[in-house]
C-alpha cells in the first residue's frame, strides 16, 4: 500500500495542507484564509478557534483534491507541521479553550517594554542565552504583558490549568485529543525562554519573564515523535505526528541548505534570510542566533536576519493605495519604468527588524516629484525589499566571514521576476529558484519522512530539488554600492527622526 504524508502549513494569514506521495509529488493542497484581528495600533491577534478551523478546513479539502483513485487518508503515514513561530497562545489543558487570542509575531505592544529591558543586564544576558534580542518579535515580553494584565493567568499557569504555546504546539494538542503538549527545539529557539545551547527552557528567563514553568511544552527533536491523532472527524486515529519545525527553518530544510555557509531567502509576509552554520552557534551583532534543526538527536545551528515585512508591503499597495487589484500584478506594473526615478520605500510597516531592530520605525515613501507614477511607486516598493534583505545578508556573512556567492530563494514573492533580479544585482550573488517554491511545507514533510523512516538521511533531500532559474547580477558592483549606501543614509535618517 502506498505512503503519503500530509504537511500542514500554520501561516499568519491563511493555513495550509499538502499531501505527498512517496516520491515528494504533490497530489493534493487546499489553503484556507483567517481573519486578522488589530484591537489597537501596532497590536496583531488571531482567535485560535479560527486557526484550527483553517486548519480543519484545509485538510479536509487537501484530502478531498487527491485525484488518485486508490488513495484512502487512512495511507496517511505521517503528519508534518510548519508554522509561523513566535505567534503563541495560551489555553485551558483539559479543554484546549482560549483563554485570549493568540499574539501574532507581528504585534509591537511590548515595545516599550522591551526598551526598558535593554538597560537589564540580566535581561541582555536572558536574550543572549537565547541567541535573540530583546524585540517585541518573540514571544517572551508579549507572554510576560500577557500573563501580567490578568492575574488569574499566572495563578492558573502554577497550577498547570493554563498552558503555553506556539501554533505547533496548538496544532498537535488539537491533533491528539489534548494528549501532547509539546514542541521542537526550532520553536523553542525563538521564545527568548530557551537556553540555545542546552536545548532547554532557561530558568533565568522563566524568573525575569514571570513565566510558570508549568505552563511550557516539552522540546523534542524536529522530527521526534509528537503523538498521534485521535478523535477527529477528519483524520483516522493513530497517524504519527513526526516532523515539526518553524516556517523559515522548514524552508532551509525544504532547499536542502544542509552545508554551513548554504543560505536561504523566504519571500513571504515578511523577508527571513538563514544561513545554515552546522553544529556549532555563530553570534552575530545585528543578526540572531538560533536552531536550525534537531534530526536524530544532533542539532544545526543558523545565524537569521529578519524583515518583518516584505509580501506585505505589496498587499498594502494593493489594499491600501490600490494600485494592484493582484498581488501578482505588481510586476507588470513596475515593468513599465526602466527605474524608480529617486522614488524609494522604506517598509517599515511593523518597524524594522534586522539589522537595526527598531520596533518604533514607521514606512516611508519619499523622492515624489510632478512626474512620479503608480509604476515608479511598485518599483519602489520592489527596491525597497531586495535593499532590506541585502542589508541583512551582508551584515550575517561578515559575521560568518563568509562571502554569499549562491542564495536559495522560496515563498510567493520569490515569482516575481523583476525582484528576485534586483536581489541579484544589489546582492552581487546568484540567486536560485527551485521549481517548487513551496519549500517550508516540503521541509515539514521532509522532517516526517526522516522520523517515519521513509526517508533514511537528510543527503536524500537534494534529490528532490529542481531548478526553475539562476538570476545572476547584471549591475556594476559600485551601481550595487552606490544604491546600498544611499538606503543605508536614508534609514539613519528615518531612525534619527529626519523624516
Not at 503608480?374 to 525589499?385: D, F, N, P, T, W
Not at 550573488?429 to 514533510?445: H, K, S
Request: net charge positive; aromatic share 8%.
Amino acid at each position: 500500500m502506498k505512503k503519503y504524508i500530509l504537511s500542514i502549513d500554520q501561516g499568519t494569514s491563511s493555513s495550509r495542507a499538502f499531501i505527498y506521495d512517496e516520491r515528494f509529488q504533490v497530489v493534493g493542497m487546499a489553503q484556507h484564509a483567517f481573519p486578522q484581528h488589530f484591537p489597537k495600533p501596532d497590536w496583531v491577534e488571531h482567535e485560535l478557534s479560527e486557526i484550527w478551523r483553517s486548519v480543519e478546513n484545509a485538510v479536509r479539502d487537501a484530502l478531498k483534491s487527491v485525484s488518485r483513485p486508490e488513495f484512502h487518508p487512512s495511507q496517511v503515514a505521517a503528519i508534518g507541521i510548519t508554522n509561523q513561530r513566535e505567534t503563541f497562545g495560551i489555553w485551558n489543558r483539559k479543554t484546549g479553550e482560549a483563554a485570549h487570542r493568540a499574539i501574532v509575531w507581528q504585534c509591537r505592544r511590548t515595545a516599550d517594554l522591551c526598551e526598558k529591558l535593554r538597560k537589564n543586564p540580566k535581561a541582555r544576558g536572558v536574550a543572549r542565552t537565547a541567541g535573540l534580542v530583546l524585540d517585541p518579535y518573540f514571544s517572551g515580553t508579549k507572554l510576560k504583558w500577557l500573563l501580567d494584565s490578568d492575574k488569574s493567568f499566572r495563578e492558573r499557569g502554577k497550577k498547570g490549568e493554563l498552558v503555553f504555546g506556539t501554533m505547533d504546539t496548538f496544532l498537535v494538542s488539537k491533533l491528539s485529543a489534548g494528549v501532547a503538549h509539546v514542541t521542537d527545539t526550532t520553536n523553542a529557539s525563538r521564545t527568548l525562554l530557551m537556553d540555545l545551547k542546552k536545548l532547554k527552557w532557561n530558568p533565568e528567563a522563566l524568573k525575569l519573564f514571570g513565566v510558570p514553568s508549568l505552563m511550557l511544552p516539552e522540546i523534542k527533536d524536529s522530527n521526534g515523535d509528537f503523538g498521534v491523532t485521535k478523535g477527529l472527524e477528519f483524520l483516522p486515529d493513530g497517524i504519527p505526528i513526526r516532523g515539526v519545525l518553524g516556517d523559515q527553518q522548514a524552508a532551509l530544510l525544504g532547499q536542502a541548505c544542509l552545508s554551513p555557509g548554504e543560505t536561504k531567502v523566504t519571500y513571504g509576509t515578511g523577508a527571513f534570510l538563514v544561513m545554515n552554520t552546522g553544529p556549532s552557534i555563530k553570534r552575530s551583532r545585528k543578526g540572531l542566533s538560533t536552531v536550525a534543526w534537531t534530526l536524530g538527536g544532533k542539532t544545526s545551528y543558523a545565524l537569521e536576519g529578519s524583515v518583518f515585512i516584505a509580501g506585505a508591503a505589496v498587499q498594502w499597495l494593493r489594499d491600501e493605495l490600490g494600485i494592484v487589484e493582484k498581488s501578482s500584478d505588481i510586476e507588470s506594473l513596475a515593468a513599465k519604468v526602466v527605474d524608480s526615478d529617486g522614488v524609494f520605500f522604506i517598509p517599515a510597516l511593523s518597524g524594522l527588524g534586522s539589522p537595526y531592530w527598531a520596533p518604533h520605525a514607521k514606512g516611508l515613501i519619499g523622492g515624489l516629484t510632478r512626474r512620479s507614477n503608480v509604476s515608479h511607486i511598485a518599483r519602489a516598493g520592489l527596491e525597497g525589499i531586495a535593499a532590506s534583505i541585502a542589508d541583512v545578508a551582508e551584515g550575517l556573512g561578515a559575521d560568518a566571514k563568509i562571502r554569499l556567492k549562491k542564495i536559495s530563494v522560496d515563498g510567493g514573492a520569490s515569482a516575481n521576476n523583476i525582484l528576485m533580479q534586483l536581489q541579484a544585482d544589489l546582492l552581487r550573488a546568484q540567486i536560485l529558484r527551485p521549481a517548487d517554491v513551496e519549500t517550508t511545507v516540503r521541509g515539514a514533510a521532509f522532517a516526517a519522512a526522516l522520523g517515519i523512516g521513509l526517508m533514511k538521511s537528510t543527503s536524500e533531500i537534494k534529490a528532490h530539488i529542481k531548478q526553475d532559474r539562476v538570476f545572476s547580477p547584471r549591475w556594476k558592483p559600485a551601481e550595487s554600492a552606490a544604491f546600498m549606501k544611499t538606503w543605508r543614509r536614508r534609514i539613519k535618517a528615518l531612525l534619527a527622526g529626519a523624516y
